[in-house]
């Protein structure tokens, strides 16, 4: 049995799309944070389509911690392995297949095969980018299909899903999820100002320092990694808008993160 955990929080742009992409699993475990668009109405349109029991729903806050989301989206879900999707991702036609055959054979053939790294495919403003941020993610994918019991997300923001140990078996599929992210220029500020916020809140809490050395040349340092080391300049216009703005994201990090330190006793 598969089940898939999707987190949503105003998603009404992209669930209808993701959901329907999730039509080869037997169930999905849904954890809302209390969306306050037409992302409701749309999972319930969804369900009255489908089998209704095929559908779990939750609503639980976030509080900035998006691994404790995610491993409480894990805790309820039925299935041996969980596949973990973000609303703004779809599965692919061959993708969909590949995991069925891989979850058959592991399950059959092979008990210390636990987890499987699955690759990504971007599209950035109707066209699809190969290069810079999203190089790494592209080539070496990321860990989103695991067997229950042995992982566990880790991570308040930017958050990874870890095995429990380096004994157990994971290996990379072939085939890719779509990802759909930051489809106006608008919502990708309001994304980078929100992850930043919560990024430099964990460094805080974790003690971390910065200086105005880092705050200038770090950001400067990304944008030449991603847009000249990785080649973004080959995705044109829409390579350097996103080595830019991931560039701002690391600005603001650090100077929220300088301006919690500054401000701590006040």
């Known amino acids: ?24 699993v037997d169930e999905v475990v849904i954890v809302d944070d209390f969306s306050k668009d037409n992302t409701l109405n749309q999972i319930s349109k969804i369900k009255k389509q489908n089998d209704k029991s095929k559908f779990k729903i939750f609503q639980r806050n976030l509080n900035s911690d998006f691994a404790a989301q995610r491993n409480f989206g894990m805790q309820k879900a039925s299935g041996e392995w969980i ?13 969909k297949k590949e995991i069925k055959e891989v979850v058959k054979y592991a399950s059959l053939e092979h008990d210390d095969l636990v987890g499987f ?11 699809e980018v190969k290069f810079g941020e999203v190089l790494k993610v592209r080539r070496k994918g990321i860990l989103r299909l695991i067997k229950k019991g042995f ?3 880790k991570g ?8 429990k140990s380096q004994k157990l078996k994971v290996i990379k599929l072939r085939n890719f999820i779509n ?21 430099a809140d964990e460094l805080f ?7 105005i050395l880092e705050i200038i040349f770090y950001p400067l340092g990304k944008f030449i990694l991603n847009y000249f ?17 991931m560039s701002f994201h690391s600005f603001l990090v650090r100077g929220k993160l300088l301006y919690y330190d500054t401000n701590k006793n006040n």
């Open 156 to 163: 308040k923001v930017h958050e990874e899903l870890k095995v």
């Open 83 to 95: 596949l973990f999707l973000d609303a703004d991702e779809e599965v692919s036609k061959a993708l």
């Open 205 to 211: 809490q974790q003690q971390k320092k910065t200086n």
């Open 1 to 24: 049995m598969i089940s898939a955990v999707v987190l949503t929080k105003n998603e009404e742009r992209n669930i209808e799309r993701c959901l329907r992409s999730l039509d080869f």
């Open 151 to 153: 992982g566990k997300w």
């Open 117 to 127: 790294y699955i690759k990504r495919r971007d599209y950035f403003w109707g066209r």
């Open 229 to 245: 080391v990785y080649l973004g300049f080959l995705d044109g216009p829409s390579g350097f808008v996103y080595a830019f703005m």
């Open 179 to 199: 990802h759909y992210p930051h489809p106006t220029i608008k919502e990708f500020l309001q994304e980078v100002n929100f992850y930043s916020s919560l990024r």
